[in-house]
């Protein structure tokens, strides 16, 4: 009987990894066209990985795709557009994490060519997002155990923290802090030195960088309600209609 040797799997490519691998390839190149092969050559991942991180950045039109019907058999090419650019490295910067980096880095790639200057950036909340979940990972617990930690909190609430989709109130920060054993002030700084600067906190000429820290989370905060209350009248209207 004839034994095939297996080759063990990498724990660290997750699923978000891969594609952060992905997406440093393209935006080392962008605007260059790739075919598959080229790609696998690039990030060093199976086909299967490769087909599906593929698939899951052209349905979320990050990445474009054309086939040539040309070649026989037809080939497909893929490609990140200069309008895409920012898109693609704040997906990337959800990603980002210690070893995003080392296994960007074993492919010759790199991960802050590819961010560029990105990291100053970004919104408000991405940038809180990234400090609260690399708080949590440095301290060890995974969103599940953080949220039985926090009784007013689920782990899906963290999720949205992390992934910069929803804003945490000033109270709930404080505690996701006090689980982490990390300053709370400390990480709205962070986020903030590592963010667009906010017009109306800028209006205001406030110079004690604390303050203007917790300015910026309040003002997000209330672009986020605003936001919520728009989006509830255009429903309420559309179903009275």
Known sequence: MKITERTPKDERLSWTRKGGIVLVAFLERVAVEHNVARLTELVHLSDVDLLNQLRRFTKACVVGRRTDVDVVPAEDHFWLSAERVDRARALLQQADDADLRELVAERGLDIDRALGDFSTQQPYP???????????????PSQAEVAEKVPTLSNVELSQFENGHALPTLITLAELAHVYKVDAADLIVQAVCHSKPDKQVLALRVAEPTFRAVLTHKFAERRVRELNRTKSATARRSGAS
């Open 126 to 140: 991405v940038a809180l997002g990234k400090a609260l979940r690399d708080a949590r990972i440095a301290s060890g």
